[in-house]
C-alpha cells in the first residue's frame, strides 16, 4: 500500500496523577526530519522517541509533542519563601520611606517577581514511562494509519494522470499521417530545388537526408514513453515507501514528452503534448507526497 508523508496522530492518558498527552504531525520532506518537544523529566528518552517514530514512518518532516498536566494536589511548582520574605522585607521598607501603605494586592505582584517561584526536579519513574511508552505507539498508529488513508487518495489521483498520458499516445499516433504526409512533402520539395543546382555534395546531401529523418522520427520517444508508464504503474502497485523512486521514473517520462514535442513540428501533436505535460506536473507535486 502507497502512503502519504502527511499525517497527525493524537493519544491522550490519565497516568498516576498526570494526564499525558501525545500528539504527531508530519509532512512530507526528502529524509526524515525529526523535531522533539519533551519536558525535562522524559528528555532522557528522547532518542529512544526518535527511534520509535524513524521505525514507524520512515520519511517526512515530523514534529512530536508529549504534554503532561498535573491533576493531583501536590504541584511540583513551590514558592520561594526565602526569597519572597526578602522581597517582601525590601517593599515594606520602601513603603516606609515612601509612606506608601501596602495592601493584599502586593503578595500576588511578588510571587511574580524572579525566582519567586521553583519547580522541584522530578525523577523519571521507569513504570509510568513504560505506559507513556505504549501511548506514543498509539499515537504513532494513528498517524500511520491517516498516512494510509492519504495515500489511497494519492494513488487514484496519480493513476487517473498517468492513464491521461497514456491515452495520448495513440492520440498521437492519429496525427502520424499527416505529418508524415507534410515531411514528404517538405523533402520532395528541397529535392526539387536540389535538382535543379548543377553541382551538389552527395555525400553531404545523404548525411543531411539521415540527420533530418532521424530529427523527426518519434517512434522511439513513443515506445520508451510507454515502457516507462508502465514501470511507473508497475512500481506505484507495488506499495512501499516507493516514493522516491517514483520521482526519478517521473523525470524520465518528463524527457520523453519534452523529446516528442521538440521533434513533432505539427499543431495538433503539440497540444496533446501539452496534456502530457500537464498530467505530469500533477503527478509530480503528488509524488512529493508519497512515502
Not at 28 to 34: E, G, L, R
Not at 72 to 93: D, M, W
Not at 121 to 149: P, T
Not at 223 to 241: I, Q
Request: charged fraction near 30%; proline fraction near 1%; glycine fraction near 4%.
Amino acid at each position: 500500500m502507497i502512503h502519504s508523508m502527511t499525517g497527525y496522530g493524537k493519544a491522550e492518558k490519565e497516568i498516576g496523577t498526570k494526564k499525558i498527552t501525545i500528539e504527531v504531525k508530519s509532512l512530507n520532506s526528502k529524509q526524515m526530519d525529526i523535531y522533539t518537544r519533551i519536558p525535562s523529566m522524559y528528555k532522557a528518552k528522547d532518542i529512544q522517541v526518535r527511534k520509535m517514530i524513524s521505525e514507524k514512518l520512515v520519511r517526512g518532516k515530523v514534529e512530536f509533542n508529549l504534554f503532561y498536566e498535573n491533576l493531583g494536589e501536590v504541584s511540583s511548582t513551590k514558592i520561594n519563601i526565602p526569597i519572597v520574605k526578602n522581597y517582601f522585607e525590601q517593599l515594606t521598607q520602601l513603603s516606609n520611606e515612601l509612606n506608601i501603605s501596602l495592601d493584599a494586592s502586593a503578595l500576588q505582584t511578588l510571587v511574580q517577581l524572579p525566582d519567586a517561584l521553583k519547580t522541584e526536579h522530578q525523577e523519571l519513574n521507569e513504570d509510568e514511562w513504560i505506559e507513556i511508552e505504549s501511548l506514543i505507539g498509539s499515537a504513532l498508529d494513528e498517524i500511520a494509519d491517516f498516512r494510509l488513508q492519504e495515500g489511497s487518495a494519492l494513488v487514484k489521483d496519480i493513476e487517473l494522470n498517468i492513464r491521461l498520458i497514456r491515452d495520448l499516445i495513440p492520440v498521437v499516433e492519429n496525427y502520424e499521417e499527416d505529418r508524415i504526409k507534410t515531411v514528404r512533402a517538405r523533402l520532395t520539395e528541397h529535392i526539387d530545388e536540389l535538382s535543379k543546382v548543377e553541382k551538389f555534395d552527395a555525400n553531404r546531401f545523404e548525411q543531411e537526408m539521415i540527420y533530418y529523418i532521424e530529427k523527426f522520427d518519434i517512434n522511439e520517444e513513443k515506445v520508451r514513453l510507454r515502457n516507462h508508464c508502465d514501470y511507473f504503474e508497475k512500481t506505484l502497485s507495488a506499495g512501499g515507501a516507493v516514493g522516491k523512486k517514483l520521482g526519478f521514473i517521473s523525470q524520465e517520462i518528463g524527457r520523453e514528452i519534452n523529446t516528442l514535442g521538440s521533434k513533432a513540428n505539427h499543431a495538433e501533436i503539440q497540444k496533446n503534448v501539452i496534456l502530457m505535460k500537464d498530467s505530469l506536473e500533477k503527478i509530480k507535486e503528488q509524488v512529493l507526497n508519497v512515502l
